[in-house]
């Protein structure tokens, strides 16, 4: 299973990949006069996927400032791509995650984070109830 998308700019794209029983959502860089490549990567899931592609959506914000992977409708998996920070981890594990305000405010639509990771009520956007849990998933860019 593959689906990318890039942004309007044309010098990014969020890609998800599952091969191999393993899916990951990479955000890489598409060159400009420099050599392009992945930026920073997000594992989702380990096994056969439990969705089919129609059931996934990579989305950009207004601005280009974060890319998201949607599944079910429900936010999974996100960069902020001023630092190119990814967010996001382990569907449909259990695992907690923190989206900050700063991506989730930047994300299109009505959609909706991951049930089993953190809870975003609908109004107003940017205030997070957290799940029990550890908190795992913010991901420093790869160097």
């Known amino acids: 299973m ?25 955000l890489c860089s598409l060159g400009n006069n420099q050599e392009g490549g992945i930026l ?15 059931e996934l959506q990579i989305l950009w914000s207004h601005d280009s400032r974060a890319v998201f992977l949607i599944i079910f409708g429900q936010l999974i998996a996100a960069f902020d791509t001023a630092d ?14 923190t989206f900050p305000p700063e991506i989730l405010d930047r994300l299109p639509g009505q959609f909706t984070v991951h049930p089993y990771n953190v ?13 029990e849990g550890q908190n795992f998933g913010v991901g420093s860019p790869s160097v």
């Open 2 to 26: 593959f689906e990318s998308l890039v942004n309007p700019a044309g010098d990014m794209a969020g890609v998800f990949e599952a091969t191999d029983g393993t899916g990951y959502f990479y």
């Open 40 to 54: 920073n990567a997000i594992w989702v899931f380990n096994g056969e996927p439990e969705f089919a592609q129609t």
């Open 84 to 97: 190119c920070r990814g967010y996001g981890t382990g569907f449909p594990e259990g695992i907690e995650l």
């Open 119 to 131: 809870r975003v009520p609908q109004s107003p956007r940017s205030t997070i109830e957290q799940t």
